[in-house]
């Protein structure tokens, strides 16, 4: 059963910044990336996995952040740093921290289990109610099968997050270090694992952010990549680079061409409706009430990116 939907956070770009480098954090804050996250897990050595814990909550907290989500990713639940990731980070960050990232969730209970965490630590310090959202990686061939059923699993839930690199290892997937396939492939060579997890993240009311692309200097690639999964559905993609943030907020969002259409499509539906008609033609195409909805869908995402460029206040 799909759960009802609610406002969509906008999530064109999620810029990676490793939490160990605090030389990084003032540019990552002045970015145009819609989320910014601090990276306990990969991008840290095994020898700073816990001073980086202070480092994060100076950058989460020293820092202005403007319209910018602040975000951690914790270390897997199958490590001895994710509990006190937990706990430290939001304790000492408190308000200045909006979402973690949970990496490596295989089955529901993954995530059951850190927001459970969070509902006590939330209660103990005072902060509000489900205040601290989540996003989680499915990167993992049991994660891949258990998508719709993580997808419902807690009401902090916001995104589901491609992560091809892991899920390449635990499937098997000959790729290079840029998730490539080695040799000849037809097509998308994610095509299945991005589909599933874009309808499971549809079904509990979320949206679908794509894998990294490592190889900032390739632009091109990049940008072909968002657009593969931009059309299926994909609300964003991460960036490990800053300048892959400008290529995502724009291959993420409508066309001017789209929008007006859209309004196009719009005026023209209400004008026939107002005579009694429930279809009309426009450019040689039917526009009727399922074109009304994505014409509709298109203008909201334009005006929240909109909203979000140009802030009240």
């Given at each position: 059963m799909s759960v009802l939907p609610r406002p969509v956070p906008l999530r064109r770009s999620e810029l990676a910044t490793p939490a160990s480098s605090e030389k990084m954090f003032a540019k990552a804050a002045a970015s145009n990336a819609d989320l910014v996250f601090l990276d306990l897990e990969d991008a840290v050595a095994v020898s700073q996995k816990e001073p980086s814990r202070a480092k994060a909550i100076r950058g989460l907290t020293e820092f202005d952040w403007g319209h910018t989500t602040r975000a951690v990713?914790?270390?897997?639940?199958?490590?001895?740093?994710?509990?006190?990731d937990i706990i430290e980070v939001v304790s000492g960050a408190r308000e200045c921290l909006d979402t973690i990232i949970v990496p490596k969730v295989r089955t529901a209970r993954d995530v059951w289990w850190v927001g459970t965490l969070l509902d006590q630590l939330e209660t103990k310090l005072g902060l509000p109610e489900n205040g601290i959202r989540l996003e989680v990686l499915?990167?993992?061939?049991?994660?891949?099968?258990?998508?719709?059923?993580?997808?419902?699993?807690?009401?902090?839930?916001?995104?589901?997050?491609?992560?091809?690199?892991?899920?390449?290892?635990?499937?098997?997937?000959?790729?290079?270090?840029?998730?490539?396939?080695?040799?000849?492939?037809?097509?998308?060579?994610?095509?299945?694992?991005?589909?599933?997890?874009?309808?499971?993240?549809?079904?509990?009311?979320?949206?679908?952010?794509?894998?990294?692309?490592?190889?900032?200097?390739?632009?091109?690639?990049?940008?072909?990549?968002?657009?593969?999964?931009?059309?299926?559905?994909?609300?964003?993609?991460?960036?490990?680079?800053?300048?892959?943030?400008?290529?995502?907020?724009?291959?993420?969002?409508?066309?001017?061409?789209?929008?007006?259409?859209?309004?196009?499509?719009?005026?023209?539906?209400?004008?026939?409706?107002?005579?009694?008609?429930?279809?009309?033609?426009l450019d040689g195409a039917l526009v009727d009430s399922a074109?009304?909805?994505?014409?509709?869908?298109?203008?909201?995402?334009?005006?929240?990116?909109?909203?979000?460029n140009h802030p009240s206040g």
């Open positions: 990713r914790i270390n897997g639940l199958d490590t001895h740093w994710c509990h006190d499915i990167e993992d061939a049991a994660a891949l099968a258990n998508a719709e059923e993580i997808a419902v699993s807690s009401p902090r839930l916001d995104a589901l997050i491609f992560g091809a690199g892991d899920y390449s290892i635990s499937t098997g997937a000959r790729v290079n270090p840029n998730f490539e396939p080695y040799g000849d492939y037809p097509g998308d060579f994610w095509h299945y694992a991005r589909v599933k997890i874009q309808v499971a993240a549809r079904i509990g009311g979320l949206i679908a952010i794509d894998a990294p692309y490592p190889n900032y200097r390739n632009p091109e690639g990049y940008a072909k990549e968002s657009r593969w999964a931009s059309a299926i559905g994909f609300s964003g993609k991460w960036a490990i680079h800053p300048s892959q943030i400008d290529i995502a907020n724009e291959v993420f969002a409508p066309t001017e061409e789209e929008v007006t259409h859209a309004r196009r499509a719009l005026e023209a539906f209400r004008a026939a409706e107002a005579q009694g008609m429930g279809a009309v033609g074109h009304v909805k994505m014409s509709e869908a298109t203008l909201s995402r334009a005006a929240q990116i909109e909203a979000a």
